[in-house]
């Protein structure tokens, strides 16, 4: 292996650390995930909560839910 190819696997492993998996779920919880998540759809919390509620807390879903990008 050459000195050329070490800085590409790294950054090809943490690109994939950072990645979001399509279906992961909000964990209910961990106050940590729901603030995450209802910031990044700028809701609220008790929003969060009642959407979780209702269909559930796979991210995919309540993306669509609240009509914002994943």
């Known amino acids: 292996m050459s000195d050329r190819d070490v800085p590409s696997q790294r950054s090809g492993a943490s690109q994939a650390a950072t990645s979001l998996p399509a279906s992961r779920a ?23 909560r009642r959407a979780i509620a209702k269909v559930g807390p796979q991210t995919e879903t309540l993306a669509r839910y609240f009509s914002k990008p994943l």
């Open 26 to 48: 909000v964990n209910v919880y961990a106050d940590d995930d729901l603030r995450y998540w209802a910031t990044r759809w700028d809701i609220s919390l008790e929003e969060l």
